[in-house]
């Protein structure tokens, strides 16, 4: 009797441990997938007084935008990645 009740309080702890790290796990997939998606995409970086950047952080394209004092386009400009991508 004795060694039927350990086993079956041992199962019951390792079904419980395993529902618990269920849990944990699914709460810890949610969040790092919510970061993934267009959460934080965008940096705005000013570069100096008469300029700013746009950077898109997943593809690695940037804006750049010339804030004009007195003269200069105001119109955004697309500017090639710094990072190239391989041709694999």
């Known amino acids: 009797m004795k060694n039927s009740s350990s086993i079956i309080i041992g199962l019951a702890i390792i ?7 269920s849990f944990q ?6 969040e790092s997938s919510s970061s993934d998606n267009n959460e934080y995409r965008y940096e705005l970086v000013p570069a100096n007084e ?3 950047i746009t950077f ?7 804006w750049c935008k010339f804030i004009p004092s007195d ?3 105001a119109d955004w400009e697309k500017g090639d990645s710094p990072i190239k991508k391989s041709d694999k």
Not at 25 to 30: H, Q, V
């Open 56 to 62: 898109d952080k997943r593809t690695g394209e940037y």
């Open 50 to 52: 008469h300029n700013i």
């Open 25 to 30: 796990l699914s709460a810890f997939g949610k």
């Open 15 to 21: 079904r419980g441990f395993t529902i618990v790290g």
């Open 71 to 73: 003269e200069g386009p």
